[in-house]
């Protein structure tokens, strides 16, 4: 693991005497020349004089949430928001954000169908806008008045038929041997 200060000093990761946390030693040279240098918590040694930062994996761990944070906020996603509305979209349909059954087996099936009726509507969706840029990247002029774009894909085409075939399975074949 390597660490990398602002100004741009590269150095290997090491673990600490008592085995406890992490050190990164940065030559001493370019600290004290560095106009950061009272910023960070990189502290020269009592025999060493070489400045070292220490910090534990849960530091490490905390730091490297909030690069990948910065970096998805840069990118004009935000992910909590993402979360809140898969959150919303599986409560929804109860009243008042409450299941209407009590007990975990109960609870789970219904926030696991809930679920899953939030992921087909999703793909719906998805379907939807991907058949309509295929309609206008085909037929730009008649963008909007094709009868496969106003009756949309449907996905539970697929399951309905899927349905019908294991409700009304095909009667099975009658052997007669004779002689």
């Known amino acids: 693991m390597k660490v990398t200060c ?3 000093q590269t150095v290997a990761v090491q673990t600490s005497s008592q085995k406890k946390a992490f050190v ?20 020269p ?10 910090f534990t994996q849960a530091e490490a ?3 490297e949430r909030r690069r990948r944070s910065r970096e998805q906020q840069k990118e004009g996603r935000n ?16 009243p008042a954000g409450k299941l209407p059954v009590r007990g975990k ?30 309609n206008r990247e085909i037929n730009p002029s008649r ?9 949309g894909v449907s996905i539970f085409a697929f399951a309905k038929a899927a349905l019908v075939v294991f409700r009304n399975p095909a009667k099975p074949l009658k052997l007669s041997v004779s002689c």
């Open 24 to 43: 990164a030693h940065f030559a001493a040279e370019v600290c004290q020349s560095c106009a950061l240098a009272g910023k960070y918590p990189v502290l």
């Open 105 to 134: 087996f109960s609870v789970a099936c219904m926030l696991i169908g809930s679920a899953a009726m939030s992921n087909v509507r999703r793909i719906q969706r998805y379907l939807e806008s991907k058949m309509k840029a295929e």
């Open 6 to 8: 602002p100004q741009g």
């Open 79 to 94: 992910l909590r928001a993402a979360v809140e509305a898969t959150v919303r979209s599986v409560k929804h349909p109860f």
């Open 143 to 151: 963008a909007g008045n094709s009868a496969q774009e106003r009756s």
């Open 61 to 63: 761990q905390a730091t």
């Open 45 to 54: 040694g009592k025999r060493d004089t070489r400045h070292h930062l220490r």
